[in-house]
Structures are given as structure tokens and as C-alpha cells.
């Protein structure tokens, strides 16, 4: 038990210490968070927008600047946790696969990626909700908080996932950025006529916009639109480690050759040059 412990421990420090040198999501935490949520309060109007919410069957008629302030908020954690994770994979890639090669457990790195990716969504999350609740007052700021860890969640495994398969940098940076766009504004009513069709249910962060959105607005709790977003989660982070694996899968030992050992110690050395012995050159020299 105590060697499992030790190697996550190392595994959990080196990524946290990872994560901690990216300076560039450092700022995008402490001003894009902020920024981007208290722009979509004070430019959008506060024209009351009416909405049926499918997770309550409620109709509501929130401030358009408040549903547009937390659909920024959810836009905001994805975008930071998806790209915080995807540089943190990106970047560290080959050393995994050389901590990999030395024979340190994949097990242990898997649970040190899932440990800070919980971490960062949590602090993001946290950091969002109180940005929002300086603004206005949600009816349920816990279950907000909630929805907004659930989504960073399911946008971290998907930087994961992007970090393992994809090749360039731009490409994975393309990827999050697009995804989180067209995900989070065909579900926003404000700049979308198609918020209420049924198709938006199988977007990756339809549970987190939901539960958000009663949490804003309602006062019914939404447990099964929790439940929804952590799916979403479970099935990104299965991916991610279907892609962690591929990306080391030339680490692992194979049957054809054997692995270093005692018995097999000789196997690759040459055999010492024979030298001829004394008698069979006094031969020659009297063939001579």
C-alpha cells in the first residue's frame, strides 16, 4: 500500500507542478473568468427571456443578462479546464512515455491526471461562481458551482483525449475552443431560436446548462441533470484513457522479446576472439 502511495504522490506533485508553470492559464483564471462574465452581464440586455427549462418543466422568464452571464461562466470553465488539461497532456506526453519505458505504473499517472484535473475544475468553478454572485444572486449557488465542476470536468477529459491523439498544438487548441462555442450557444435562448429542440440533449454539456440554469432561476433541485453531466464526464474520461494508452502502448513489454535479467545477461554479448595456441603456431612457422 505504502509503494502505491508513494508513486501517486509523485505522480499527483509532478502534475500539479506542471499545471502550476503554466502561467498563461494562470491569467486566463484570474481575468478571462471575470471578464467574460461580467461583459455577457452589463452588454447583453435585461429583457426578461421566456423559456421553458426541460429540467424542471418550469417556464421562466429570467434577465437575459443573467442567463447570458451564466452560459458565459459555463463557457469560461470549459474553455480554461479543456485547455489547461490539454497542454498539461500536450506538453508531457513524452515524458509519460518515458516514465512509461523506465516501468513507472500507468495506473498511477492515470490517477495523478484525474486528481488535478478535479483540483483545477474545482478551484475554476469555485472562482466563477463567486464572480457570478457579485453580480447578481443565484437561487441555488451551490448546485451552480456544482454544474460548473461537472462541466469542467467532461472539458478537461476531452483536453486529455485531444492532448493523447492529436499531433499539433493548434490542432487540440481548435478543437476545444469549438467545441465549447457550438456546444454552449445552440443552447443559450438568447442567440439561439433552437434552444428547446430535442437535439441539444446530446450535447456534451446540456446536463451542466440545465442544472445552471435551475440553479439560477429555480429553486427545484435537478439531481438527474447532475447525474446526466458526470455520464458525460465518466464516458470523456474513458476516452481520455483509451487515448493515454495508445499514446504509450510502445512502452509495453512484448512477448517476442525478453525483458533484462540475469539469465538473459550474456545473451547479447559477443564471443571473446579465440587466439591461437602455441603449438599450432610453431606448426606453421616450420610449414613455412
Aim: hydrophobic share 50%; aromatic share 8%.
Amino acid at each position: 500500500m505504502r509503494f502505491h502511495l508513494t508513486r501517486f504522490a509523485v505522480a499527483a506533485r509532478f502534475t500539479l507542478i506542471e499545471h502550476g508553470r503554466n502561467r498563461f492559464a494562470m491569467i486566463l483564471v484570474i481575468l478571462f473568468v471575470p471578464v467574460w462574465t461580467s461583459l455577457a452581464y452589463l452588454a447583453m440586455p435585461d429583457t426578461p427571456a421566456r423559456m421553458r427549462l426541460r429540467a424542471t418543466g418550469e417556464a421562466l422568464a429570467p434577465h437575459g443578462n443573467e442567463l447570458t452571464a451564466i452560459s458565459g461562466a459555463l463557457n469560461a470553465v470549459t474553455l480554461i479546464t479543456g485547455f489547461m488539461m490539454f497542454a498539461a497532456t500536450f506538453s508531457g506526453s513524452g515524458f509519460d512515455r518515458r516514465l512509461a519505458m523506465a516501468g513507472y505504473p500507468r495506473a498511477h499517472l492515470v490517477l495523478a491526471k484525474v486528481t488535478a484535473l478535479a483540483l483545477v475544475s474545482a478551484a475554476v468553478a469555485a472562482y466563477a461562481t463567486a464572480v457570478i454572485c457579485l453580480a447578481w444572486t443565484p437561487r441555488q449557488p451551490l448546485l451552480l458551482a456544482a454544474s460548473l465542476f461537472c462541466a469542467g470536468l467532461t472539458y478537461g477529459a476531452l483536453g486529455v483525449v485531444f492532448g493523447s491523439l492529436l499531433r499539433r498544438e493548434v490542432e487540440g487548441m481548435f478543437a476545444i475552443v469549438m467545441t465549447s462555442i457550438i456546444d454552449l450557444a445552440l443552447q443559450n435562448p438568447i442567440t439561439s431560436s433552437g434552444a428547446d429542440n430535442p437535439v441539444m440533449r446530446y450535447l456534451p454539456s446540456y446536463g451542466a446548462m440545465q442544472a445552471s440554469t435551475a440553479a439560477g432561476f429555480s429553486t427545484s433541485p435537478v439531481p438527474r441533470h447532475l447525474a446526466l453531466q458526470l455520464t458525460w464526464s465518466g464516458l470523456a474520461a474513458l476516452v481520455a484513457l483509451l487515448g493515454f494508452r495508445h499514446s504509450t502502448r510502445n512502452c509495453l513489454p512484448t512477448a517476442t522479446t525478453p525483458p533484462p535479467g540475469p539469465e538473459n545477461s550474456k545473451a547479447g554479448i559477443p564471443a571473446p576472439r579465440q587466439t591461437a595456441s602455441p603449438s599450432v603456431k610453431a606448426s606453421d612457422t616450420e610449414a613455412h
